[in-house]
């Protein structure tokens, strides 16, 4: 048993995936396995051709190296096509003594159009309803024809006025055969939403290309030209008849969805927030099947004057995939309790409309009470409550233990001029002290100060302007002034959590070549709080201080 897990932790993995699933029979499919490891040998392929016909196979390996760390990936493609419709395993294939995984594909019968048989380039589309609700996602799915060598093919725009269309992924191309004829098809997915109920017709895709013929033309006697002739094709119309919303969803917002999923996650214990520091909450939704412009907020106020909330700009986003489109929607809010106690966060519910069962769903985040304590506060009071005490019976004793000595000492002409003389002669050292450079230390500190305000007054008007380049000018003039930091990334940790976010935010919008204009409001807004929340400790600090001293 040792052995063998021995050798099992010494195993190359090998993973088998599919660019395709569900496929036609007679429909060709890449087959790849990878492998970040040289296995034990090279793999045999023999036990594929039970259920599949091998067309043609590569092998590829790409090495890189980064961060001081080597990675290694090895890649076995094959063009493979079905020789029967069905559940077909693909068996595990051995490479020596390592093992790939098995995959099941799913291969169902060929659907013969009788207007293109035989044809040398047609045209196919097909929807994955015909029958949507109102903005509800539709696949549409394009599937060009050929068996002829086709140059400058020129497609169609699929547009649309009561619908929004979004381009899924990149075009697939495959081999199919049909009636023991072999094509090469491209295909092309769509996602469809219509804005509207009632009739939306889909409108013939037109496609237009130079199909070279296989006869030559001899040109001056010396050399073959390829003769090519233009052909245009045009693909069938498709009628959605779009429902409306039903009359028993109840929601705010219409999310029409195959699937959806809301998440919470704080940056710290809810029953342990303390007064005047922030905690993080971040609440994030995933649907299939919509765009982001569907998604709903997720943040309320929450109407609570002890509790200030500081919602972040939210994070959208958008993958899309041949099975459809999934977004992405990501909020931050960082709540910051100005006193101790307990607050209630109501509840947060998102119906939706399920659009594989047509039924309304609710996802829900439940009802969250957080707790505030004042740690300060707290150990403030309890150094007041105790201190007292014990000061009072040090200076009982010390006056105690004096009187005796005040009620036998008469006249003490000599103790009063050694004590004068000694006052004397400190204050003459301090004098000195403090009269070697004074006008250099004021200086230093007027013109520093004078600097901060300059740097502010240009950090206001850079974010008032929206210009991110000059107030990164003005960041990093402060950085060095205050931290003696160069670059944003080293200011961005001296400080508070809200401020270094936007100072990072900003450091990436300038080398991510954002599209989108930057807006610097909320940027001096946190800096002004930064300032004013460093000013408040400070003043909390120096009221403390005794407090430890004695």
């Not at 101790?340 to 009470?369: C, D």
Request: aromatic share 8%; glycine share 4%.
């Amino acid at each position: 048993m040792f052995l063998v897990s021995i050798q099992s932790a010494l195993a190359v993995e090998i993973k088998a995936t599919l660019d395709r699933n569900p496929v036609s029979v007679n429909e060709s499919v890449q087959l790849i396995f990878t492998a970040t490891e040289s296995p034990d040998d090279d793999p045999d392929f023999g036990p594929l051709e039970k259920d599949f016909e091998i067309l043609n196979q590569s092998q590829s390996s790409n090495s890189s190296w980064i961060n001081g760390k080597s990675s290694k990936t090895i890649q076995w493609k094959l063009n493979v096509m079905p020789k029967q419709a069905g559940n077909l395993i693909i068996p595990a294939i051995s490479f020596g003594d390592d093992n790939s995984q098995t995959v099941l594909l799913k291969v169902t019968q060929n659907q013969t159009t009788n207007s293109n048989q035989n044809a040398e380039l047609f045209l196919e589309v097909e929807a994955s309803t015909l029958s949507p609700y109102v903005q509800e996602q539709v696949l549409y799915t394009l599937k060009l024809f050929s068996r002829v060598q086709l140059s400058q093919a020129r497609l169609s725009e699929l547009e649309l006025t009561d619908a929004l269309v979004e381009k899924l992924g990149e075009v697939k191309k495959y081999s199919i055969n049909r009636d023991g004829i072999e094509y090469m098809v491209n295909e092309l997915n769509y996602a469809v939403f219509p804005q509207k109920s009632g009739v939306i017709n889909i409108p013939p895709m037109v496609l237009s290309a130079d199909v070279v013929s296989s006869s030559r033309q001899r040109f001056n006697g010396f050399f073959n030209r390829q003769i090519s002739k233009t052909k245009r094709v045009l693909s069938n119309k498709i009628a959605l008849d779009v429902k409306a919303v039903p009359e028993e969803f109840k929601g705010t917002r219409w999310i029409p969805a195959s699937q959806v999923v809301i998440e919470e996650k704080w940056s710290g214990d809810t029953k342990q927030m303390k007064v005047g520091e922030p905690l993080t909450r971040t609440l994030t939704l995933l649907t299939v099947g919509n765009t982001v412009a569907q998604l709903p907020e997720l943040h309320h106020e929450t109407n609570i004057i002890e509790l200030k909330t500081y919602p972040d700009q939210p994070v959208l986003k958008e993958q899309k995939r041949t099975e459809g489109l999934i977004s992405f929607r990501e909020e931050k809010i960082a709540y910051i309790p100005s006193k101790a106690g307990r607050y209630t966060l109501a509840a947060i519910e998102i119906p939706w409309f399920n659009t594989r069962t047509e039924t309304m769903e609710v996802v829900k985040i439940a009802e969250q009470t957080i707790e505030a304590i004042g740690v300060a506060v707290t150990q403030a009071s309890n150094d007041n409550n105790v201190s007292p005490e014990p000061i009072k019976v040090i200076e009982d004793s010390a006056i105690n233990a004096q009187k005796p000595i005040v009620q036998t000492v008469e006249n003490p002409f000599w103790m009063w001029l050694s004590i004068a003389l000694a006052i004397g002669w400190l204050l003459t050292i301090v004098f000195v002290l403090i009269k070697r450079k004074p006008k250099q230390i004021e200086e230093i500190d007027n013109s520093s100060d004078i600097k901060v305000k300059q740097i502010v007054k240009s950090l206001r008007l850079a974010c008032k302007e929206n210009n991110a380049l000059a107030a990164k000018d003005a960041l990093l003039a402060w950085g060095k002034v205050s931290y003696d930091c160069n670059t944003l990334s080293a200011i961005a940790p001296h400080c508070e959590a809200r401020l270094r976010d936007e100072i990072l935010l900003l450091n990436q919008y300038l080398y991510a070549n954002q599209v989108e204009p930057w807006q610097g409001k909320k940027l001096f807004q946190t800096f002004t709080e930064n300032k004013a929340r460093k000013a408040v400790d400070k003043t909390v600090n120096d009221e403390l201080e005794p407090l430890y001293r004695v």
